[in-house]
C-alpha cells in the first residue's frame, strides 16, 4: 500500500486548504485513515480519522468544528478540508492507513503512511 499526499502550502490565517491523500491500493475501503500532524519541534500527534465507510469520523480537539474529514472508496483517496486556518496549524501533515475497522487516534495502529506534506500558516 502506497500513499501519496498533496494539497499543501502557504495560506494565511483565516484560511483554507484542502489536503488529498490517494493510495495506490485495490482495496482502499479495508482500510480506516487518518490525518496526523508534526509541527517543528514536536512529536508527530493525531488530527482527524475515518472508518473504512466513510460512516464515522472523530477529530482531535484542535481540529474539531474547523476540520473535516472524507473520502471516496471509488477513487482510493482521503481528504482533510481545513478552514479557518491558524498560525498553530503549521505542520508536515500525514496520512496513514490501518487495517482495522474504525479510525484510530494512536499512531501505532496505523500500518502505512504517505510521505507528508507541509501547511504553513501565516499571521
Known amino acids: 500500500v502506497q500513499l501519496q499526499a498533496s494539497g499543501g502550502g502557504s495560506v494565511q490565517a483565516g484560511g483554507s486548504l484542502r489536503l488529498s491523500c490517494a493510495a495506490s491500493?485495490?482495496?482502499?475501503?479495508?482500510?480506516?485513515m487518518g490525518w496526523f500532524r508534526q509541527a517543528p519541534g514536536k512529536e508527530r500527534e493525531f488530527v482527524a480519522a475515518?472508518?473504512?465507510?466513510?460512516?464515522?469520523?472523530n477529530y482531535a480537539g484542535s481540529a474539531k468544528g474547523r476540520f473535516t474529514i472524507s473520502r471516496d472508496n471509488a477513487k482510493n483517496t482521503l481528504y482533510l478540508q481545513m478552514n479557518s486556518l491558524k498560525p498553530e496549524d503549521t505542520a508536515v501533515y500525514y496520512c496513514?492507513?490501518?487495517?482495522?475497522?474504525?479510525?484510530?487516534?494512536?499512531?501505532?495502529?496505523?500500518?502505512?503512511w504517505g510521505q507528508g506534506t507541509l501547511v504553513t500558516v501565516s499571521s
Open positions: 491500493v485495490r482495496t482502499f475501503s479495508s482500510f480506516a
Open positions: 475515518i472508518s473504512r465507510s466513510g460512516r464515522i469520523s
Open positions: 496513514a492507513g490501518s487495517t482495522e475497522v474504525l479510525g484510530s487516534t494512536i499512531q501505532g495502529e496505523y500500518n502505512y
